[in-house]
């Protein structure tokens, strides 16, 4: 097993492994001790199954409920599928933490690459104690003792539809609800102080009028998408992304339509180490 670090902030690319295989336990403790430190891994060349997917990801942790929205696999319900080409444009090229609306927003993902189109289609993640490290002394003392409403976003459209549903999207929003994260956590591993904000779902910091929120939102969006937080990945055919959603957010390129695209993701929702 060999790490090959991608860039000094965030990313490495992971060769020397098969992730079609049952891997040991000093294996795995090695892939998770490389996840705390780079914060999102690659693997190139992987011919999974959804149940080789399905079993890698688990040995993580407790795999998350059928989403909310996006569909799975037929037979797997634990594996989303993501499927975009011109009639079904993404919905995930925004800066987002996975499910952060959730009370308990989930640990890990494992995205594997299954068609992919000739070029375009990358996606970046950015990493989020990097991003709190570089606020001023000020900035990192208001948010240490702040919160904020995250909900689900764009995710409404979703509900709404075409016909503009309002009942639907009503009783989305009901059964979703909100949740309210401190916007300066501790990393329960590292005990870093990390930024958890995101474009796409946080929605208000609480006890702020909505013009004050709006403000500070806006500065810290526009902070944490600097380049130098950031790495970048190609995918390729067989490609493997596994990232740590507490400290990291990412963003899905949709610069390769009509062509079409199918990725497989697995969401773990606990992590057994910790």
């Known amino acids: 097993m060999n790490i090959d670090r991608l860039t000094p902030s965030i990313g490495a690319e992971i060769s020397g492994i098969d992730l079609s295989q049952a891997l040991d336990a000093a294996t795995e403790n090695r892939i998770y001790d490389a ?16 149940q080789a997917q399905f079993a890698f990801a688990r040995s993580f942790g407790t795999p998350v409920a059928p989403h909310p929205v996006y569909p799975h696999l037929p037979g797997y319900d634990r594996v989303v599928l993501l499927e975009n080409d011109g009639d079904r444009p993404p919905d995930t090229d925004d800066w987002h933490t996975d499910l ?23 996606t970046l993640w950015a990493n989020m104690y990097a991003a709190y490290d570089t606020l001023p002394e000020e900035i990192q003392t208001l948010l240490a003792r702040s919160s904020a409403v995250h909900d689900m976003g764009a995710f409404r459209d979703s509900y709404l539809g075409e016909n503009g549903d309002v009942d639907a999207l009503n009783a989305g929003m009901a ?100």
Do not use: C
Not at 253 to 264: F, G, I, K, Q, S
């Open 35 to 50: 996840l705390m430190k780079h914060l999102v891994l690659f693997f190139r060349d992987q011919d999974l199954s959804p």
């Open 175 to 274: 059964s979703m609800g909100s949740a309210v994260h401190p916007m300066a956590p501790l990393h329960p591993v590292t005990n870093k102080r990390l930024l958890f904000v995101n474009r796409s779902f946080t929605q208000h910091v609480t006890g702020m009028l909505k013009a004050e929120s709006d403000r500070l939102l806006q500065y810290l969006f526009s902070h944490l998408e600097s380049p130098n937080f950031q790495v970048r990945f190609r995918w390729k055919k067989g490609s493997v992304a596994i990232w740590d959603n507490r400290s990291t957010q990412h963003f899905a390129v949709a610069d390769y339509l009509p062509a079409y695209r199918r990725m497989h993701r697995v969401i773990i929702d606990t992590d057994r180490r910790v």
């Open 100 to 122: 952060s609306f959730q009370p308990q927003p989930p640990f890990l993902s494992v995205l594997h690459a299954v068609e992919v189109p000739e070029t375009g289609g990358d």
